[in-house]
């Protein structure tokens, strides 16, 4: 079937008219006719969109997004961002007759005297989490597979803005209860802010507008919460979405796809029908979840008070990371005083420098790939991890070190549960944490390695079939059988990669060119780059191969058990 | 061998001038208590003596290590705490002592402490109505309420640093652990605060009044009683339980459904997409 069929064969911009039209499609008519959305409708309409599931990872960050705005929009009605002091006489008795936050006491009000309070409160939690963690694997699907390449790096830099601003929303809601946890946050926060040089206690002054906490941070922290960043993230999902349009979704290499076509499913039906029917999904694994497993339960923290807190005080795990390296910061040497100022890098440089600059390298990353490799090609075919080895050992390293950043932020839990000491947990990240990325990146680089050399193994001699067969010399042998042709044509389809070179690194008079020391960073960067890989079979090397292969046994010598060395007679 | 000969011709001697001297009631009292106390230094001889010494001074191994701290002044409420919850005696030394199941039955546990008790003032055990939460029964609800209350406000200004919010517990350094608080019966609540073990603080009466720690306690029930109001606590550890679930319940599941939808496509011919 030849896919591509499924397209709208005319663009035109009136939609095509029956005969009499029925009372809606008058009324149709009617609105098109002073609207014009026909046109657009039925351009947009029949867009095309693969189909492969790792495409809907970003749909559950739009999702859960939706998700939070409803839940977001209830908890509204009811809860009062003030912290002005209130008597608790709600239904939740051991904390009757407490002096608490009327924004404490609001989050009790919807937890225990709203009908459906609760559920929503912890689907809204829940629904945070799940915004976050699908963005993060969003992102990784996308540069595993090199969808940040050329046309679409504003849609990258667009999404790292928003796994920035999520989690920052997500840390001022949590703030916002005002129980025990919010408050050791916050104040977690101020002393964050507080460590940056020079600027830090303006900055905490100027943030809660007095000495911690002031009587301001919740009501700005709300408004933060629901009006600037929703509406920023509102914008910037705006924008994804219409690049996404404009440039047209990527796809997987295979027959009948190029850099030129889209082939999938439109959007009317099909597409609609499936990414409509993903949202109730999600909203109803927001709900089960919300429903039955307890998320901040803020009523067992009791009010914030500076002078408690409790075992366990961990952020909510998307800033589980930087909370990791702020745990296993050595602490003694890291804190200067000079001249009557105290400068705490202990507590900058995990907690605000190291953040800032993951951030940037994540911005940067397309721009420092396509300067690497030189390649200014538009790429709407994807790669298949394996076919950019250190981009991917990168992404490895990255999330090798994610990972043990966190395990590093959960020190603690992990020691109860594992019944380990927490100082050797600490000892041992600390070394690891810079040894673990390198580790995995090598083993990740020479691991796509290998499977590209697997995969042009299998295009030039054919799978393993599993059958065994025995010459009349009596040698075992398994056969191998070509690929089918679409198999191979998705295999070799991708482009070979590009490595810079160095136009000549001498002028005609034999003299050192100006310019040229970075240029020549460059070029033995792209031939690190991309050295080693396996480049792309040519058509003739495939097409000697299936010469060979069909008259060929091509077949694996396999030793026989008396261990004589079978010589297997080719037949070409 | 000398000083506990001395000890014991003290102890033989001041029994029996207080037996020749006290009124009558009182001495039988005295020497039933004084079998208490003999019993509990033979079970003690045997037992923990090894680690305490075998006039509860303390022992230390070559290098210097504590190998059992000194008991005198510990009370019999430190006793009745270790050897109740199965601390003591210890079976192997390490960072963490944990509760396991209780060597001594109740008379011998009682006799232990009378012994340790005898040894130097301290601590003793606790009556019921000085540590049993009962006495709300008789409150009136809001009188019950601030009791709870005031028994939440201390337990989180002063235990949950260690024990976590949920009396859960919490990691301590270098290996040992605050345990888990579900299931502790009251007087061991009680006599926990008054001893203080191991790396725990002490919480005397000057600091927190018998009848603020009878409202701890009180409190603590409700943890046990109250319903998960919330649904499944997933081990009431905090967020980072919760981060764990919303990755692999959460996103878990979400991925399996994208997979699923994916694979059903309108094609009428099902398996491997080719296009
Ligand atoms: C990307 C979007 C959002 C994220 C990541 C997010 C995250 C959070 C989190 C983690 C909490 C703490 C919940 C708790 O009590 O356990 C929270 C609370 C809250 N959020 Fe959001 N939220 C988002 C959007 C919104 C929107 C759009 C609104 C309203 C227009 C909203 C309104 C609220 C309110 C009122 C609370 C306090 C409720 C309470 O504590 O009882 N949120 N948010």
Redesign the pocket.
Known sequence: MSTTSQVADTNGTTAARGGKPSKVGGAAQWADERLGLAGLAKKNLRKVFPDHWSFMLGEIALWS?VI??IT??F??FW?NPSMGEIEYQGSYAPLRGSYISEAFN??LT?SFDVRGGLLL?QM??WA?ML??ASMLVHMMRVFFTGAHRKPREINWLIGVMLLVL?TL??FT??S??DDLLSGTGVRAADGFVKSIPVVGTYGSFLLFGDEFPGTDIIPRLYII??LLI?GL?LGLIAAHMLLLVYHKHTQWPGPGRTEKNVVGFPMLPVYAAKAGGFFFIVFGVTAIMGGLMT??P?WMYGPYDPSKVTAGSQP?WYMGWPDGALRIMPGPGFEWHLLGVTLSWNVFVPIILLPTLTIITLLLLPFIESWITGDKREHHLLQRPRDAPTRTAFMVALMTMYGLFWIAGGNDIIAIRFDLSINQITYILRVMVFLGPIIAFIVTRRWCISLQRHDREKVLHGYESGILERSPEGAYSERHQPLPAGDTFTITQRDGDEVYTLESEKDANGVQAPGTRGQRLRARLSAWYAGSNVQPLTPAEIEEAQHHGDHGHDGHEIESSDGRDNELSKTD | MAGLLVLLLGLALTGTAYAAFAPAGQAEQAVADQELIDEGRELFLVGCAFCHGQNGEGVLDVRGNQLGPSLVGVGAAAVDFQVGTGRMPMVQPGQQNPSKNVAYDEQETEALAAYVAALGPGPGIPDEETYSSDYLDDLSDEERDAAINRGQQIFLTNCTACHNFNGAGGAMPRGGYAPDLKGVSEKHIYEAMQTGPSQMDVFSDGNIPPENKREVIAFLNTLDEEPAYGGFTLGGLGPVSEGLFAWLIGIGSLVGFAVWIAAHTTRTKKGKAQA
């Open positions: 997004f939070l705005l977001g929009v908890l509204t809860f609001s989050s919807i409160r809204h939690h945070a915004f976050i999520g929303e997500g809601g949590y916002l209860p919460h629901v929703p993230l998320i901040n803020v909510d």
